[in-house]
Nanobody, 117 residues
């Protein structure tokens, strides 16, 4: 089992920055991929970014490419999402997830990000 706890959400102005953090605990050795999804009101959950630790690959959705950066701190078992130049449409609940080699992914409880003028 892997437990994920997000932090760092909040209210930010358009054009501002925010950093999210996802702390993993438990059987973290089994996790190869971690990333972030988000879900805005009335919309489907959208993949934002992920990092494949074994293949050293990161990927971003087109909507955040160039503005968001995903990074991993292996010593702390955390995955961070640095969000710059935030837009109103980035408002959503952001969920951290982790994918083990087999089985279903693990999910955090979500953290709200609100971008407003």
């Amino acid at each position: 089992q892997v437990q994920l706890v997000e932090s760092g959400g909040g209210l930010v102005q358009i054009g501002g920055s925010l950093s999210l953090s996802c702390a993993a605990s438990g059987a973290t050795f089994s996790v190869n991929v971690m990333g972030w999804y988000r879900q805005a009101p009335g919309k489907q959950r959208e993949l934002v970014a992920f990092s494949n630790f074994l293949r050293q690959i990161t990927n971003y959705s087109d909507s955040v490419k160039g503005r968001f950066t995903i990074s991993r701190d292996a010593s702390k078992n955390t995955v961070n999402l640095q969000m710059n130049n935030l837009k109103r449409e980035d408002t959503a609940v952001y969920y951290c997830y982790a994918i083990p080699p087999t089985g279903n992914p693990y999910w955090g409880q979500g953290t709200q990000v609100t971008v407003s003028s």
